[in-house]
């Protein structure tokens, strides 16, 4: 019988709704209530009413050297479960069993401080992920080897580059062969060789019979990392059950599939503000709102969203990718730099960013549609790399003839020329 | 949360905490190298990018024993229990800057370290417990001073100096104790990083620092000023140190470390009891 690694049973964490993580109460707060409602302390009892479950009686196993996938949406509880796995925060009922060392990814650079050299950083770090003190001097060679920052390594971290502080961090982390390890988004910072050196890294692991926990939005990241994979709903989780099967039912469950997507304030992080999203729509040929549209017609896709105060710089974009991740392309809305002079400061107000996507351009199958907002290099307001999933029908496209299916993201009828040489 | 060795593997088990354990030993332990490497980065760290380094751990007494010598000795004439001004008043700041500096650093030490906490587990109370730590070494970076300006002014301990580490001893015990209350109610409350300055201030003058003991003179008030742990210690150390003694204050000693402990009880008992929340509200 295959052994477990992590048995997770019946899990639900409620949060206080106000004394969330984003705010705290000042003592003068606390000193009116308890005075004025000597009943409604800070301790007292959450109710239905000031409180909200972020995760909802989840149970699952894990088997050992197995690595599972967790998707979700934004806010379905991913991070809470991880917190909760790597004991950072605990559960509010339920229970979970974890057999072997847990070391994270979450916490890549935790505790380094940028008046220590890189040298004291690793120890320093290390024991933080709970490394011995012979067990990183034994591995210090290869960590340093590993952070491809030999020359600087009795320099303080405060004069690194942000790469070269990354690569020191992700190091130590990866160094620290926990039995199981727990991983999130981590894929998100960095270059581009950077994160492809962190995704063989995870594939080391993976493949030497330890078990992984990777929570990513990149379906194609996790179809290829893990077998198994378990999809967060609102708090609960609604399946558990081969990676390809569950990336399919969340790419098609998960979304909303009447051609629009609108953000409840729940969803919106508060590092978005000003920038506050209010919808997406797939416009057919025809106007109307549709999740599916023809591939020999043009379709436009409008972005709704509203500045709470003027914006200098902005940019609101979308990206296209296809149900395996790919990125098929990233358009701004002032991509044109003549439009980027006339938008340079966006007041308050509601807006529709709007784009037409051309005629016998995408081929048939599932499209995943993400949206951006940002200021070049200052900030990036709002980032949803799943809003919403369209269909595209293949029907009249170019070599739709023969019935069978094409390979590739684009189905573009290009003009052909078939010259008779004899 | 329970962890137990078994020979294969470290089984640990996820759920609500219960109860009104004080801390958990065991784990503790098991921290030591984290314990040995916060105080080692706070130590590093203290003094960075100074000129002065870690002269700062002298200077600090000295400068306010000149201060309170030319204000509270010279110009208003406090009696200092028939003991040189500028000694007197450097053997009460010895012992208080340790309290002081350990009460400072471990009541801001979680929300100073909120990214660590925020992020990967291990026992909380490591925080304060190795800011208090740190703190150590500055008194002993300033006792030199004090052991010249004995022999400068030709004062010697007696045998009650064996009492000194005692003295010290619940100088830590009683600042943890405070950090621990201080340090759990910063992360729901920021109000405590201001009011621990004046709180340390206010402090400071109802310890026999400035002014001896012997000023309060008034039964009544006297029982309520002994309240204060640091009274019997700043006391203790300063008459054993400079031998004054001419016996061992059991009474003073006994009810100094009745309070110390209770402190440090109840801090531990608090700390703990907000320790699961601590990730999510701070």
């Known amino acids: ?422 | 949360m329970n962890v137990k060795n078994v020979p294969e593997a470290i089984i640990t088990m996820i759920q609500p905490s219960k109860g009104w354990k004080i801390v958990d030993l065991k784990e503790l332990i098991r921290s030591r190298e984290l314990i040995f490497f916060l105080t080692w980065r706070d130590l590093k760290v203290r003094y960075k990018q100074t000129i002065l380094g870690v002269a700062w751990a002298v200077i600090q007494p000295v400068m306010t024993m000149v201060v309170f010598s030319i204000f509270f000795g010279g110009l208003a004439g406090v009696p200092s229990d028939g003991i040189p001004y500028p000694l007197f008043s450097l053997a009460g700041l010895l012992p208080w800057q340790l309290f002081e500096n350990s009460l400072r650093n471990a009541s801001r030490s979680l929300v100073t370290n909120r990214n660590m906490i925020t992020k990967i587990y291990f026992p909380r109370v490591v925080l304060p417990l190795s800011s208090v730590l740190a703190s150590i070494v500055d008194f002993f970076v300033a006792g030199p001073i004090l052991i010249f300006m004995m022999i400068y002014y030709h004062y010697s301990p007696n045998i009650y100096a064996l009492l000194i580490p005692y003295y010290i001893l619940l100088t830590i015990v009683t600042a943890f104790g405070v950090g621990l209350w201080f340090s759990a109610m910063d992360v729901l409350y920021r109000d405590i990083g201001y009011i621990i300055p004046f709180l340390c201030q206010l402090w400071m003058y109802l310890t026999p620092i400035a002014y001896g003991s012997g000023m309060i003179s008034n039964p009544k008030l006297q029982f309520i000023y002994n309240l204060n742990p640091m009274v019997g210690v700043v006391n203790g150390f300063r008459s054993s140190l400079l031998g004054v003694y001419a016996a061992v204050p059991v009474q003073s000693i006994v009810f100094s470390s009745i309070i110390s402990i209770l402190i440090l009880v109840s801090g531990l008992v608090y700390f703990r009891r907000m320790e699961k929340q601590f990730a999510d509200l701070i």
């Open chain 1, 1 to 422: 019988m295959p052994q477990n690694s992590v048995i997770v049973s019946h899990i639900g964490k409620r949060y206080r709704i106000g004394a969330a993580p984003a705010s705290y109460r000042t003592f003068r707060e606390t000193l009116i209530d308890t005075l004025t409602k000597p009943k409604k302390r800070l301790h007292g009892k959450m109710t239905d009413a000031n409180s909200f479950w972020a995760l909802k009686d989840i149970s699952f196993n894990v088997e050992k050297g197995m690595a599972l996938g967790i998707v979700g949406r934004n806010g379905a509880g991913k991070s809470t479960l991880l917190k909760i796995l790597s004991r950072v925060t605990e559960p509010t009922v339920g229970s979970a069993v974890i057999s072997g060392r847990v070391g994270s990814l979450l916490e890549v650079g935790t505790g380094f401080h940028p008046e220590l050299t890189g040298r004291e950083n690793i120890f320093l770090n290390g024991a933080i992920l709970g490394m011995k003190h012979g067990e990183i001097s034994r591995k210090m060679d290869e960590i340093i080897a590993f952070s491809e920052v030999e020359d600087f390594i009795d320099t303080p971290v405060k004069r690194y580059s942000s790469g070269m502080y990354l690569r020191l961090a992700f190091a130590v982390s990866a160094h620290l062969e926990p039995e199981i390890l727990v991983i999130d988004e981590v894929l998100a910072v960095g270059d581009a060789e950077f994160q492809r050196k962190c995704l063989g890294k995870m594939s080391d692991v993976a493949n030497q019979g330890r078990t992984v926990l990777f929570v990513s939005h990149n379906m194609s990241a996790i179809l290829r990392l893990t077998q198994e994979t378990i999809v967060l709903e609102k708090g609960n989780l609604v399946m558990q059950a081969p990676s390809g099967e569950a990336v399919d039912y969340y790419l098609s469950h998960g979304f909303s599939q009447e051609g629009f997507r609108e953000w409840t304030p729940d969803e919106i992080p508060a590092e978005a503000a000003p920038f506050v999203p209010v919808a997406i729509r797939i416009l057919n040929y025809q106007g109307d709102i549709s999740d599916t549209v023809r591939s020999i017609q043009p379709f436009s896709i409008e972005f709704e969203y509203r500045l709470d105060e003027p914006i200098t710089g902005l940019r609101v974009g979308i990206y296209l990718i296809s149900v395996r991740g790919e990125f098929i392309f990233t358009s701004f809305d002032v991509d044109d730099s003549a439009r980027f002079e006339e938008f340079s400061v966006r007041d308050k107000g509601t807006y529709i960013s709007r784009c037409v996507i051309p005629a016998d351009y995408l081929n048939e199958g599932r499209f995943v549609l993400g949206v951006n907002a940002s200021t070049f290099k200052i900030k990036r307001f709002f980032h949803d790399e799943q809003a919403l999933v369209f269909h595209v029908d293949g029907t009249g496209a170019p070599g739709t003839q023969w019935p069978e299916p094409r390979t590739g993201l684009v189905r573009p009828r290009l003009s052909w020329e078939i010259e008779a040489k004899n």
